[in-house]
């Protein structure tokens, strides 16, 4: 069974600064995927970075970064230089890397970008 | 390339009545899913399906049928549709056996049960 906690229900970020995103994870899987999709006003769920859990490196995306701690089962987002446009609700998620490749999603965390 | 459709947007029913939501995806994937969102809930997995003519259930099954009879196409269907049912639902796809870089989703449809 696989189990995702996003701890932070909203956020408030000055616009510009950089902001992290806590998303702690529990995995019996030896191989897995971590996600991290914006869900904006609109709804639509947008896919923003990936991070395996055999990656030696953390992943990177435009200003989209995972700092990714395997041994504190920790991954979190950073977003750089934040803009008015990041405002949205963001979802951490985890999926096995063998078989039937589901997702399981944390209860998500409202950022909004303060101009 | 319109990716993943669902159809419709919204909809709205009365307790008992059924409806069957479409999903469909032009990627060619083997892998396609049903998730419903709630508030304060996250996304939480209702039936999937890893090829043609297989479904699996998920976290939250119960009330929900699905049919994946052809490759492109998957069916969430509500037989008897109750209030406890009102949600967004999401439908999914993605390659089977890579790297999950990209599951991608649909627009989603809003459902409310009255």
């Known amino acids: 069974a696989q189990k995702i906690t996003q701890t932070q229900p909203g956020m408030f970020v000055q616009e510009k600064e950089a902001v992290t995103l806590d998303c702690t994870y529990d995995?019996?899987?030896?191989?897995?995927?971590l996600f991290w999709y914006k869900q904006p006003s609109s709804g639509e769920m947008i896919f923003l970075i990936y991070?395996?859990?055999?990656?030696?490196q953390n992943a990177t995306e435009g200003r989209y970064s995972l700092n990714f701690q395997k041994a504190r089962k920790s991954a979190n987002l950073v977003i750089s230089a934040s803009q008015l446009g990041d405002s949205a609700m963001y979802f951490c998620a985890t999926a096995s890397n063998f078989g039937n490749e589901k997702l399981t999603f944390g209860t998500g965390t409202r950022l909004t970008i303060i101009p | 390339n319109a990716g993943v459709t669902q159809t419709p947007k919204f909809r709205v029913l009365k307790t008992g009545q059924s409806m069957t939501l479409l999903c469909a995806q032009d990627m060619n994937h083997e892998y396609m899913y049903w998730y419903r969102q709630d508030p304060g809930m996250g996304l939480r997995l209702i039936h999937y399906s890893v090829g043609e003519g297989t479904t699996a259930k998920g976290e939250v099954p119960d009330g929900y049928n699905v049919s994946r009879l052809k490759k492109q196409n998957f069916l969430l269907g509500l037989e008897s549709a109750a209030p406890s049912q009102t949600s967004v639902y999401f439908c999914a796809s993605t390659e089977a056996g890579r790297n999950q870089e990209t599951q991608y989703f649909g627009p989603g449809t809003r459902l409310l049960v009255l």
């Open positions: 995995t019996s899987d030896p191989s897995y995927g």
């Open positions: 991070q395996g859990s055999y990656d030696q």
